[in-house]
């Protein structure tokens, strides 16, 4: 499966919504580990099967997670590449602001050598 | 390193850097008070900014510009909403064509920091509310380069700890 590194605006909208929910945070993290089923995800939950086939839906639309059908089961699977574009947006914002702050440190250790 | 912090809240949408310098709250403060200071931190690496207007007082708006490293230019503008020198400041910051006149479309990000006195110098947090993805977009697509990534985000975490049970 090939995805695109420069998602639209939808779609990069669909991901941050995605993840903005600590189940499907959850979820996804427990699928990078290995495929699992939708009742074997669902199973730790206080929810009911819908609740969480709900959750892995609103994943799959934004590309984070994949559907196989195995036998009588659903399986759910992470997409790498997508999770990849998701965390590489909150990343660069924090490095902008890594890169501020230590321009900041700099222009302050400036004013300490002008006094010396 | 300065840097003690970054908290990305993906449920508020925002991000919160706490940062420590050894100067006083007065001096970290002129940081953000004095133009020709703001210009020099304030661009992304390869974009340089100038502000062309700043004041550091309620309802006052700031026009900034910053230069990419094929020459193109890009604008952008502070609405100042509150300021408790040396205590405080809260602006709204949005891209803006070259007469300073803000992009709606894209909306503004909420910005709001505060200066605390620590043992060694000054404890600074910032606060930054972005409206929409695309809007945090826009703002690291401009030069942000590969090398500068660090790897700390939430969802890494999450996947590392993931990995190491698996």
Known sequence: ?116 | MPVLDVEKDLDRSTMTVTAEFAAPVERVWRLYADPRQLERHWGPPGWPATFVEHALVPGARSHYLMRGPDGEESHGVWNVVAVDEPRSFEVEDAFADAQGVPDESTGWIRMVATFEPVADGTRLVVVSTFRSAEQLRQMIDMGMEDGLRQAMGQIDGILAEDRATA
């Open chain 1, 1 to 116: 499966m090939v995805v695109d590194a420069e998602p639209d605006q939808v779609e990069v909208d669909r991901i941050f919504h995605a993840l903005a929910d600590a189940t499907r945070r959850d979820i996804l993290a427990r699928v990078v580990g290995r495929e699992q089923s939708v009742s074997a995800l669902a199973r730790p939950y206080p929810m009911s099967l819908a609740a969480v086939q709900k959750h892995v839906g609103v994943l799959e639309r934004a590309g984070l997670v994949g559907r196989t059908r195995v036998g009588r089961e659903q399986q759910v699977h992470a997409v790498p590449e997508r999770i990849r574009v998701a965390r590489e947006l909150l990343d660069r914002y924090e490095a902008l602001w890594r890169h501020r702050v230590a321009t900041m440190d700099r222009l302050l250790a400036d004013d300490q050598q002008k006094e010396q």
